[in-house]
Nanobody
């Protein structure tokens, strides 16, 4: 059974850091591009970052460029999102998702085949 499990969320003060992990099982991770998305209450789900199957290509939302870094360790079947200089507007549920078809990585929610359950990130003083 294919499964993506996020971890690493929590409460952090503005300016702080968190590292999210997405552990993948039941899939051959090197066959999938992985995206990180977030959804705040009352807002649409948005792609924060993604990484291609090879790890060569990455993309970031303008709002997180220079603060967030995505990486993958196919041997550990895990994808990471390092989040630095966190802001209150980063507060959301963060999801990872797997995309088998895209050659690079997609910002389109519909392109992703498998989703995790999400992890809450709250940035507040």
């Amino acid at each position: 059974q294919s499964q993506l499990v996020e971890s690493g969320g929590g409460l952090v003060q503005p300016g702080g850091s968190l590292r999210l992990s997405c552990a993948v099982s039941g899939l051959s991770l090197d066959s999938y591009a992985i995206g990180w998305f977030r959804q705040a209450p009352g807002k649409e789900r948005e792609r924060v970052s993604c990484i291609s199957r090879s790890g060569v290509s990455t993309a970031y939302a303008d709002s997180v460029k220079g603060r967030f870094t995505i990486s993958r360790d196919n041997a550990k079947s895990t994808v990471y999102l390092q989040m630095n200089s966190l802001k209150p507007e980063d507060t959301a549920v963060y999801y990872c998702a797997a995309d088998r078809r895209s050659s690079g990585c997609s910002s389109n929610v519909a392109a992703y085949d498998y989703w995790g359950q999400g992890t809450q990130v709250t940035v507040s003083s």
